[in-house]
């Protein structure tokens, strides 16, 4: 497996009187506890520093399922996340689970209705358009190499993390969920 030098991360490291004012990890997260973490943190003014000198390496996943059960966690932390701080749910969140739903809804509802069937179409053809457009761009400063490998990539990307968000947000309403409660961990 190769790695990539990526030039930004969301990782982080502190002193361990953060971690003794503000609790750890919440281990209720499988994904996106560093998030969450970060989060108390920044609504209690913490302020963190980020240094373009620092290397952090990347393994990426080698198989499109690899990625996909990645992004899939990614989106059960993303749920879970705004379970627990309602004000981390934004558009750009629900925006995977939309489309993995959405999409599947409206082509059988083509079916049963043109209208629907023309939104199908148009919504498609706009999410092809966009995904072609962002993979031409990587592709011409990465090597057109990248470029039939991108595509995929950008869908797994995609429906994984709103699979994710489903599944937890399903698994929430049947009371299976990780629960919040105000006795919880570090609230």
Known sequence: MQSIRCATSSGASYKR??????????????????????YRLTKS???????????????????????????????????RLGRKHPATLTVATLIP???TSGMPLLAIGGFISTILGKIFILLSA??????????????????????PLLPPIYLTIHVGLGWGFLAEAAKT????????????QQD
């Open 17 to 38: 009187e953060i971690f003794q004012e503000f609790g750890l990890y919440d281990e209720r997260f499988d994904a996106c506890e560093d998030v969450e973490f970060n």
């Open 173 to 184: 309403i049947v009371g299976q969920g990780v629960s919040f409660d105000s006795n919880s």
């Open 97 to 99: 689970a939309l489309f």
């Open 126 to 147: 706009s999410y092809l358009l966009g995904i072609l457009a962002s993979s031409i761009f990587v592709a011409l400063r990465n090597g057109l190499k990248f470029l």
């Open 45 to 79: 003014g913490k302020k963190s520093f980020t240094s373009m000198s620092l290397a952090v390496y990347y393994y990426p996943r080698e198989t499109l399922g690899q990625l996909f059960n990645q992004m899939k966690r990614y989106g059960i932390g993303r749920l």
